[in-house]
């Protein structure tokens, strides 16, 4: 292996340059050439690709975002597309590429592997939604996002004796809410994977307000009802006044937090590892704090699992 690619696709997600900063210094300190592909896959098969030097990924290992740039390429998945971007890692003699995202960026990484291109995945993206890893990059950033909106909602509520309705990301998976939920004290959690009842947030609406509350958060995930709904519902049925906060992309920017940063830089680090021990077709993440890597097509394969017992215990101390 004398030279390798890497790419950011999809969502970007906080934390991604400290991983950008943590392959290519490593690759550079093993001898490798290394190439930045701008734009994700759209970038590869246009040949958007320059060599990086050391200094290439100074200063950025606190900033969010991708100094790569992220796009989410449909021409990438046709035919035509797809061979273009082989052509150009064969023109520029590329030996392996580090592949970073999400879902959708593992599947375009799988097509490359079963091409022969030898490929590692790191994950990165706020959803938490890759089931073979604990945690993706960019989670905690985005998570700690959440918390602090929450508890400035939670100061404007009390002076006002008003609850609110905080929508926050994920797609399908409800690992944000969840996790912010817990951290931020929030009295309901609504999210995909558990059926969620509107008379029982009401209810706790009313319990909290009976025993002094001033302040009610309901975190809900996106795509799980409408926020404006919940929020106009629980105000006609609780007699509260309710107002709705829609965080959107703000979760996706920020300086990586410290934890984002340390994951980020371990598995860069180890997608370099992998790469040159000739161990491609995989996807690296964390299990019970030790860095792993999986098969990709297993990696792909494994549900996500939702922590209810998590989910129990937000319930229980937010009464
Ligand atoms: O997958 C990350 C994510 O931020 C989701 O939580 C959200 O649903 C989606 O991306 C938004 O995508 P876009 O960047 O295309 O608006």
Redesign the pocket.
């Known amino acids: 292996m004398k030279a390798i690619g890497i790419l950011t696709s999809g969502?970007d997600a906080p934390g991604m340059n400290a991983a950008i900063r943590a392959v290519v210094r490593t690759a550079i300190y093993n001898g490798l050439k290394v190439f930045g592909i701008k734009e994700g896959y759209n970038g590869l098969l246009n040949g958007k690709l320059e060599e990086m030097n050391l200094s290439s990924v100074a200063d950025i290992i606190h900033r969010g975002g991708t100094m790569l740039r992220s796009a989410?390429s449909e021409e990438f998945m046709t035919e035509e597309g797809f061979n273009k971007a082989l052509n150009i890692l064969r023109i520029f003699d590329i030996d392996g590429l580090v592949i970073l995202g999400?879902d959708g960026t593992f599947r375009g990484a799988k097509k490359l592997s079963d091409a022969g291109v030898p490929v590692v995945c790191i994950p990165c993206?706020?959803?938490n939604d890759l089931g073979y890893t604990d945690y993706t990059i960019g989670f905690f950033t985005a998570v700690e996002t959440v918390v602090d909106a929450m508890s400035k909602l939670r100061d404007t509520s009390t002076s006002h004796g008003r609850a609110n309705v905080v929508e926050v990301?994920?797609?399908a998976c409800g690992d944000i809410a969840l996790y912010a939920g817990l951290a931020g004290g929030a009295e309901s959690i609504i999210v995909p994977e558990v059926d969620f009842n509107i008379d029982e947030v009401c209810k706790r609406v009313i319990q909290g307000r009976n025993r002094g509350k001033l302040h009610h958060i309901i975190v809900l995930a996106?795509g799980v009802g409408n926020a404006y709904e919940v929020a106009k519902t629980v105000q006609e049925r609780t007699n509260t006044d309710v107002r709705v906060t829609i965080l959107g992309h703000i979760q996706?920017g920020g300086t990586p937090s410290t934890f984002d940063r340390i994951l980020a830089s371990k598995m860069g680090f180890k997608a370099v590892e992998l790469l040159l021990a000739q161990e491609v077709g995989r996807a690296i993440g964390i299990k019970c704090n030790e860095i792993i890597s999986m098969d990709l097509d297993q990696a792909l394969s494994t549900k996500k699992a939702f922590d209810k017992a998590m989910y129990e215990t937000a319930k229980i101390l937010s009464i």
Do not use: K, L, S
């Open positions: 969502g989410r999400g993206t706020i959803d990301m994920g797609r996106e996706r």
